[in-house]
Structure formats: C-alpha cells, structure tokens
C-alpha cells in the first residue's frame, strides 16, 4: 500500500471512527431502553436501534470493514424478526445483543489500532447464534471453545507515528495559508456568534421602541400646542375686559409662562430622543454589519466540501455492483461544493442510501438492459449544484424506474392499503408510497435492500436539517432524485404568525400565500372544509385542530373575513386558519434538547428580539395533523362562529379522563360548547382568558379542588355571577353545605346522576 492510499485510508476510518462511535452508543442505550418499555412502546424502539445497526452495516461496508458489517447485518436479522413479531423478547436474548454490541465496540477498537485491541473476536459464535434466533431457534448461552471457530480481526495497516522516525524537518513555507483546528474547538466559537445574532434582533426591537416612544412624544406636543393656542386667546379677551379681570389675567399669564418653558422642555426632549434615536439606528446598522460578517466568516470556517464525503462512494459502487452481477459507472459533478459540516453530516446515510437504491432497484443487469438496447453499462449520476442559499443534490440513474404496480403490491402487503384502496389508487399517489417505513419492491431480503427503510431514513433525515427531498421516474428511463438542502442551520428565514392565540414561526420556504378569505369562498366538500386556489380545491383546517388545542374565539381584527396561510411540502398543500400574520423575518433556529426531540409539529424555537420564545412548525408533521383533522372538520369558519355565538359555552372541570369524556360528548350532543379542564388551577386559567357561559365541576381533584375554584370564581369581580355546578361524589351534608357556602349554583351527586336532570340544570342557570 502506498502512501497515498495509506494516507486516504487513515481519513476514511477517522470518519467511521465518529459515527460508528455515536451508532454503537445509540444501539446500547436503545436496548437499556428497550428491556425497560412496556409492551406497546417496544415496537418504536425496535424500529430505532432497526435503523442504527442498518446505517452502521452501510458504514462499515464503505470502509470495507467487513466484520463489523457481517456483525450488523446479524444484528439486523434479529430486529426484524422483532418488527415482525416472529420472536419474543427475554432475558437471554438481551444479553445475547449487549455482547453483540460489545463486540462492536472491540471490533471497532481493532479497526482504530488500539494497543489494548483483542487480535481476535469469536465472530463465527456471535453471528451463529443471532443467527439461530433470527430463524426462531431457541436462544441458548455460549458455544463451547472448542466448537467454534474465531475469526480473525481484518487486518488494517495504519500509517506508523512520524514523530517516531523523526524525519527532516520540512521547510516552512513564507506564508502559512491554512491551519488544523479540531471541530471542538470551532464549535463552541460558531454557537457564541450565533448568540449574536439574537443581540442583533434585541437591538432592532430597542430602536422600534424609541420610534413608538418618540412618536408619544409627538402627539403629546401636538396637544400641548393646541392648549397654549386656547390660552393664548383666554389671555387675550381678559385683558381686553380690563381691570375687573386683572386677577385672571395674572393667573392666565402665570400658566402661560409654564406653558412655554413646558413647551421648551418637549422641545429639548424631542431633541435628545432624535439624536439617541439616530445613534440607536447607526449602533444597530453598526452592530448588525459585525454579526452579519462574523456569523457568515463563521459559519464559512464549518464549511466542508462534498469531496470528503464522496470519496468512498465509487468504491461502494464498484463492490456492490459486482456482488450483484451488474456493470455500473458512477458519475460525480460538483463536489467542490461546501455545505455546513452538521449538515453533511446528517445527509451522510440518505446519500449512501439513495445511491445504494439506484444499484439495487434502478439499474438492470447487462443481459436485460441490452435486451432492452440500453448499454451493458448502467451510469449512476451524482451532481451537486449550489442555488443561492441552498444546495441542490441529484441523484439519477438510467435504470427501469420505479413500478407504481410493485408498489402497490408491497403496501397492500404490509397493510397500508387495502386491495380495493390499491385499485382506485393513481400511480402518483402510489409513488409517494415509497418513503413510507417497510415498503419495498424487493423480492427477497438482502443485505443491502428489502427492508424497506432506506427512503424512510432519507426523508427524516432530509426533514431533520430543514430541506426536501422529491423524486421523478419514467418507466425504461429511469429515476432521479432531488435534495434540496440549505447551506447552514443557524438561520433561515420565517413568517411569524399568530394562530390559535400564541405566536409560532413556520418556515418562508414552505409558505405559498397569504390569503384573506370570505364566507361564500369556503365551500364544505365530502365533510371537509376547501377553499379553491388556482381551479384546485385545498383543504382548510384550523391551527387549533391541527395542534390538538382547544378553539379560540374571533380575535376581532379579522372578524367576517378570516386569514388562511397556505403550505405546502412536496405535492401536499393545505390551508391553515390563523388570526394574523405579523412579519417575515430572519430567525436563529434553537433545539429543544433530547427532553422535547419527539414534541409533535414543532421542530425547534427561536427568540424574537422582545425576547420571547417562539416555537417553529415542523411542516412536514403539521401537514400530516392537519389532514387527519381534516377528516373530522367542522362546517366552514364563518357559519361556525355564528354558531358558536349561540351555543352556550361550558366548562368542565374533571380531573378523570373518563368522566370527563362522558360529560363533554353529553353536553356536546346537547349542542353545548364545551371545553375541558382537568383541575381548578387548569379552569381558572382558561376562565381568565376566554368567556364561559357556565362551569360543571368535580370537587375532588388535585391543585385545586371544587369548592375553592367555587370561591375564587365569587371573588373575581368579572366571574362573580358566572353559575356554577359541583358534580361530585362527596354526598354528605356537610359536603352539600360547603358547597353553598362557596357559592355553588347546584350541587349534583353522580351516585344520583342523570343526565336528563344534569341538562334541565343547565338550561335553568344559562
């Protein structure tokens, strides 16, 4: 091995070396998690550590490091069984996957060198007995020494320590143009001048503060000007009227007097309020120049070229191609493009699935293809453009293109579809199909495909970093697929809206329009609420529906003619009720942290510059609530404003879930307005920030119970009158009298409950 190669084999197992390391901790920590979930939450954690041991397989092949690969694709056999329930779960198995992975780790310290490395590993043991249990053998301990066969550890060369032979020393070049930081170092460095940005937007909001605070001055000389005019004329007519009104003349002069030496002061104010106003402006744009620069000479220096990532990629290409029996080129253009190291990292695996997708499925052998007068050659091409502030990926292939038929196929097998739904389903709609979990077209399950979860990595991945990916096939000629990905993930631009009475960022990209909507535009279509844009129906959901959060009333500003935001992702566009859209602005995007990772539609936050914390969509996940709401959707907006103006609001506060399912479909049935809350702190709350007409209330609960929510409602001037029902278990009299006491309107026992008497209670105090 020469030097070169030595030399490009040492950067590629640096590269593994990191993400193997953070594969293993995540397929460790998954089985902790797993042998401690209850039943129902073990199929999401199977799938996880499923996806790890898959992405650590595609790794370690690239680095030809075929032990672990051969350990991975083990492992991979025994989560499937899993996945498909063909095996269960017990205490031998669990341990028989932690030695699994700690034989990765060993594996893996072999691989990097380490001189407390074992020279061997009893593989053949391991594999053969995942083996066994992936095939439903029963799991038993370690094999006898003498029954198996190690297997030696690959033998990887690594450049010996130069320091060791102390070679000449190198002429030091005049100018050193480049220098060798570690990553751990820059990153620190990069989230500090991020952090900087933040002060950017502060200081934005302190100057649209001084422009409000000097337009209160303004309207304030105004006035005064207009009093001075008045008793300017008072002082003249007293005058005039002569000695009888010396005495108001004097006085009238007097306020004069302070009138101007007022009037010179909002003078000298307005004076030193422009010029600090001016010189707030001149700091912003000042500051706002150094943020902006550093930021981008920041963010610059965590740029990495594609170059690194695709160095292994023509290798992979040549192995597995010739594994299958096919003859295939790969063609790269663009990797001298430079993208921010996080995120290259992150589309690391969707790359070497999508390219690993084009071997197996897209490109035909030589003896078909020719069949079909194509070259016995198939090209794989993979060209990376930059456009603005984004990067394009294409990846393409001259292949057969995808089967909407076999696609189907494999949906109505895993039961995502039914036969009858596959028949009336159009082949567009079947193609989207392909980046759900578990379809596949494969025949047969190999090492490289068949389960099912390469696409389904590839969009959550691409979805991770903010980008898209979309795909286009044509039968006979092929397939290519597109990322679109950004440059960096500190900031990108947002439109802030304010919907369901909070404020929530959602990504400029994904935003189509803003339109304002009147009441004969929203037409009802099979039970869901469309609005027409363009000659094509759109499904209109509110942002309450679509968040799971209880319905606000009109704010008022859009009365009569509500406000509609219309996204889209991929070929899926919905429209969003939403009170008002306040701006467009750029943000600094913030994670949620491991604690908050799985908080449904969000996919982080931002702080504006007043400081408030603003939650960012995730579009791809509101889109997918919002179409399950939209199934459900109520009569158009308008028509069910005026109905809800008529229906009488109620509220229930009960901490059991089960009684207070019971009561909300009752009185909703009854045509009641209703709103749940589970304790006293909970209604109270929502009484101070909306209007009820009415509160049913259980007494026992925690944090707050019934009689003192009774209490504090008497005791609030404007929910003093508001009746209010106890409907509790507590049944003696000294319970019934405690709660005439605080207050109650009625006091209804539920051993006694019916719902009959419950609703001609109502309509008494309403």
């Known amino acids: 091995m020469d030097k070169k190669d030595e030399e490009f084999l040492k950067r590629l197992l640096a590269t593994f070396k990191v993400e193997a390391q953070e594969h293993i901790k995540a397929l460790s920590s998954g089985l902790i998690e797993l042998e401690k979930a209850a039943a129902d939450e073990q199929p999401k954690i199977v799938e996880t550590v499923f996806r790890e041991a898959h992405s650590l397989k595609g790794a370690a092949r690239a680095v030809n490091l075929s032990n672990i690969e051969t350990l991975c694709q083990s492992l991979e056999s025994v989560f499937a069984a899993l996945r498909k329930q063909e095996i269960e779960l017990s205490s031998v198995l669990f341990d028989l996957l932690y030695e699994a992975v700690d034989a990765l780790e060993k594996l893996l310290s072999a691989a990097e060198g380490k001189p407390d490395s074992p020279g061997q590993i009893n593989l053949a043991d391991i594999t053969g007995r995942l083996g066994d249990v992936a095939f439903g053998k029963v799991v038993t301990g370690h094999k006898k020494a003498a029954e198996v066969k190690t297997q030696p550890v690959a033998d990887v060369s690594l450049p010996a320590d130069e320091t060791e032979a102390q070679p000449p020393e190198p002429e030091i070049p005049a100018a050193v143009e480049t220098v060798r930081v570690s990553t751990a170092k820059l990153n620190p460095i990069l989230l500090q001048a991020e952090e900087l940005f933040s002060a950017k937007l502060a200081s934005q909001q302190r100057i649209a503060e001084l422009d409000e605070i000097s337009g209160m001055v303004a309207a304030w000389d105004k006035e005064q000007r207009k009093a001075y005019s008045r008793l300017q004329k008072l002082n003249t007519a007293a005058e005039k009227k002569g000695g009888q009104n010396v005495s108001a003349a004097s006085r009238t002069e007097e306020l004069t007097d302070f009138l101007d ?146 696609i189907k196929a494999a949906a109505v097998k895993l039961g995502i579809i039914s036969e009858d739904e596959a028949d009336n389903l159009a082949d567009s709609e079947a193609l989207s199909l392909i980046f759900a979990s578990g379809i596949s077209t494969s025949p047969i399950i190999t090492d490289i495909s068949g389960r099912g979860l390469g696409l389904a990595i590839v969009r959550e991945k691409v979805d991770r970093v903010g980008g898209a990916v979309s795909f286009e096939t044509h039968p006979g000629a092929g397939t290519t697929f597109r990322l679109v990905l950004p440059m960096t993930t500190a900031t990108f631009r947002c439109v802030i809206v304010r919907a369901a009475g909070n404020l929530f960022a959602i990504p400029t990209a994904n935003v189509e329009r803003v339109v304002s909507l009147k009441q004969e535009e929203i037409k009802t279509v099979e039970n869901r609420q469309t609005i027409e844009l363009n000659g094509h129906a759109v499904s209109l959901v509110r942002f309450e529906d679509a968040l799971g959060l209880t319905r606000q009333k009109s704010t008022g500003n859009n009365e009569g003619k509500p406000t509609a935001i219309v996204l889209h992702i991929d070929d899926k566009r919905i429209a969003f009720l939403l009170d008002e859209v306040i701006n467009e602005q750029e943000v600094l995007i913030k994670n949620l942290g491991r604690q908050l990772a799985d908080v449904p539609n969000i996919a982080g936050a931002t702080i504006l510059g007043t400081g408030r914390v603003v939650p960012i969509f995730n579009v791809r996940d509101l889109i997918e609530s919002a179409v399950q709401a939209s199934a459900a959707a109520r009569p158009a907006i308008v028509a069910a404003e005026k109905a809800e103006e008529k229906k009488p609001a109620v509220l229930v506060v009960e901490d059991s879930i089960t009684a207070r399912t019971l009561l909300k479909n009752i009185l909703q049935a009854a045509g009641y307005d209703t709103t749940a809350a589970i304790d006293g702190i909970d209604a109270f709350a929502q009484l101070r920030s909306r209007e009820f007409d009415i509160v049913i209330s259980d007494v026992d609960m925690p944090r707050m119970n019934g009689f003192d929510l009774t209490a504090k409602i008497r005791t609030d001037k404007k929910l003093a009158e508001l009746p209010v029902i106890l409907l509790t278990a507590l049944e003696s009299r000294e319970h019934r009298e405690r709660g005439i006491e605080v207050g109650a309107n009625a006091y209804i026992v539920k051993s006694s409950f019916d719902q009959s008497n419950l609703l001609e209670v109502i309509r008494r105090l309403v």
């Open 261 to 406: 030496w007022n009037q010179a002061q909002v003078r000298r104010l307005e004076s030193k309020l422009a010029a600090a106003t001016r010189a707030a402006k001149h700091d912003n744009h000042s500051v706002g120049l150094i943020v902006d620069s550093l930021l981008d000479n920041t963010k610059r220096v965590m740029m990495v070229s594609f170059s690194n990532l695709l160095e292994a990629f023509p290798r992979m290409v040549r192995d597995i191609s010739r594994d299958r029996g096919k003859d295939i080129e790969l063609v790269i253009h663009g990797g001298e493009a430079e993208i921010d190291r996080r995120i290259l990292e992150e589309v690391k695996d969707p790359l070497i699935h999508l390219v690993r997708n084009c071997i197996e499925h897209g490109i035909e052998t030589p003896t078909s293809r020719q069949q079909n007068n194509k070259p016995a050659r198939g090209t794989i091409t993979l060209a990376i453009a930059q456009q603005n502030s984004h990067i394009e990926i294409l990846i393409s292939d001259d292949g057969a293109g995808i089967s909407a038929a076999g």
